[in-house]
């Protein structure tokens, strides 16, 4: 089991779009199965629900879910959403300590692969919803505050600057 270290708010992989995995199967070799492992291990770890591959450093479109029962991994995701919003709680590994109230909408589904070239469909609503759509996000580039108003988002940098130093 190799459970990787998150990576924090600044550090800049996190703000950087991840790359598709590309190739054949047959390309993608034992690296992409450690990284689905490293995934799989680091989200199962307590108070998990979601991890991105930018998140433990490595900037490959894969991120891994562990929520309600729910184990899994999808590689170059792609995100719907229903048209139906709400607010929620929300935190970030990569932002520790902070929640907010971030509105989502209420169903997404993605669409991917798994290891060995097969489809994945993974559909959620509540609390799977904004897994989904917030680790997709992190395949962006994209923070959870970035979805704030401009004063929530610029008390939580403060917040978080203020305990980190």
Known sequence: MTVQPIRLLGDP?????????????????PALARLVDDLIDTVQEPGRAGLAANQIGVGLAVFAYNLDGQLGYVINPVLTVSDDEEDGPEGCLSIPGVTALRRRATRATVTGTDLNGDPVTVTGDGEMARVLQHETGHLRGELFIDGLDRRDRAQILRSFRDRAS
């Not at 703000?15 to 054949?24: E, I, Y």
């Open 13 to 29: 992989v996190l703000r950087t779009a991840c790359d598709p995995v590309t190739g054949s199967v047959t390309d993608w070799g």
